[in-house]
């Protein structure tokens, strides 16, 4: 979904990624993207979300995002591990309703992302020193 402006009230077209306007911004997934990440989420165990799809705080621009959202909640009843990581992460799953349905909440995005790829984060840091 493209808007020729970052604003609630956008014109907004769907096109394919290799035809966006120029001039113009995109700010959600379209059908067909949600659907192939749909897809592919389908058979995960764990699946770890650090950001929204789209500018999920405009309407127009929500629907990627929550569709994501509703995904990750059907898995985790089927006892798959959600972990949502971030702010904003965090805040999409809380105003679409599903932040109960899904296995972990972290506010921590990029500090998560660090930790798993290894990376000595300085506050456990100084737990481990205590």
Same mark, same amino acid.
């Given at each position: ?7 609630? /009230?956008?014109?907004? %077209?769907?096109? #394919? *990624? ?6 113009? $911004?995109? =700010? !959600?997934?379209?059908? *067909?993207?949600?659907?192939?990440? %749909? ?5 995960? @165990? ?6 929204? $799809? ?14 994501? +959202? /509703?995904? =990750?909640?059907?898995?985790? &009843?089927? &006892? ?14 809380? @105003?679409? &309703? =599903?932040?109960?349905? $899904? #296995?972990?909440? #972290?506010?921590?995005?990029? +500090? ?7 990376? *000595?984060?300085?506050? *456990?840091?100084?737990?481990? !020193? +205590?």
């Amino acid at each position: 979904i493209v808007a020729d402006k970052f604003a609630a /009230d956008a014109a907004t %077209q769907t096109v #394919s *990624v290799d035809s966006i306007p120029e001039g113009w $911004m995109g =700010l !959600d997934n379209g059908p *067909v993207a949600t659907a192939e990440i %749909q897809k592919e989420l389908s058979d995960c @165990k764990t699946v770890i979300w650090n950001g929204p $799809m789209g500018v999920f705080e405009f309407e127009a621009f929500a629907k990627g995002t929550f569709d994501i +959202a /509703d995904t =990750l909640a059907e898995l985790t &009843g089927t &006892g798959c591990t959600t972990i949502i990581g971030g702010g904003d992460s965090v805040a999409a799953v809380e @105003k679409a &309703g =599903l932040a109960e349905k $899904m #296995s972990h909440i #972290s506010t921590g995005g990029g +500090a998560s992302l660090e930790l798993l790829e290894g990376k *000595v984060l300085p506050g *456990v840091a100084a737990l481990d !020193d +205590a």
